[in-house]
């Protein structure tokens, strides 16, 4: 069976850092994609960033850029998400999911439980 | 960006009934289309993907059609554990984008 298990979220000051983390089994990790998604409380699905099963290939949303930053230990089946510079805005649970290909975002499938990221003073 | 608008954005709907979800691209998006069905407190799960293909163990009342900028999602005959709440996305371009969702629930 397929299992992605998040972990690492919590309350953290405005400024400051986190880093999630996605453990993966039931499946060859290496060959798939990984995305993370966020849901603000009450609100609907944003895509945060995805990454290629090598990890060479990253992407972000515009929202994110440049204060996240997406890995993965391929060794370890775990995905990464290091947030800094966290905002109120940021607060949400944040999703990791499998992509159904190995280079670029498409479907997600199946998806986390989530963990929440609250970002206040 | 692909902005992705769906309706209606919420739904009231009897057991049994037939009920359709629309989901607009602002630009031409092929296929590239997925649903997803989210109940509370809980994750999305993926329900179609590439516009129409239905995902391994979902109910066949479930169905979606569309290409190009138009997309719909239908179920056929409403049953109680519908109720959630619905997102269509995009990922014909990055970033991907979903629509706002359809909340679904029980007349």
């Known amino acids: 069976e397929v299992q992605l298990v998040e972990s690492g979220g919590g309350l953290v000051q405005p400024g400051g850092s986190l880093r999630l983390s996605c453990a993966a089994s039931?499946?060859?990790?290496?060959?798939?994609?990984m995305n993370w998604v966020r849901q603000a409380p009450g609100k609907g699905l944003e895509w945060v960033s995805s990454?290629?099963?090598?990890?060479?290939?990253?992407y972000y949303a515009d929202s994110v850029k440049g204060r996240f930053t997406i890995s993965r230990d391929n060794s370890k089946n775990t995905l990464y998400l290091q947030m800094s510079s966290l905002r109120a805005g940021d607060t949400a649970v944040y999703y990791c999911?499998?992509?159904?290909?190995?280079?670029?975002?498409?479907?997600?499938?199946?998806w986390g439980q989530g963990t929440l990221v609250t970002v206040s003073s | 960006d692909i902005q992705m608008t769906q309706s209606p954005s919420s739904l009231s709907a009897s057991v049994g009934d037939r009920v359709t979800i629309t989901c607009q691209a602002s630009?031409?998006?092929?296929?590239?289309l997925n649903w997803y069905q989210q109940k509370p407190g809980k994750a999305p799960k993926l329900l179609i993907y590439?516009?129409?293909n239905l995902e391994t163990g979902v109910p066949s009342r479930f169905s979606g059609s569309g290409s190009g900028t138009d997309f719909t999602f239908t179920i056929s005959s409403l049953q109680p554990e519908d109720i959630a709440t619905y997102y269509c996305q995009q990922y014909d371009n990055l970033p991907i984008t979903f629509g706002q969702g359809t909340r679904l629930e029980i007349k």
């Open positions: 630009q031409d998006i092929s296929n590239f």
């Open positions: 990454i290629s099963d090598s990890g060479d290939s990253t």
């Open positions: 039931g499946f060859t990790f290496s060959s798939y994609a």
């Open positions: 999911a499998k992509d159904s290909v190995a280079v670029a975002a498409s479907w997600f499938d199946p």
């Open positions: 590439d516009a129409s």
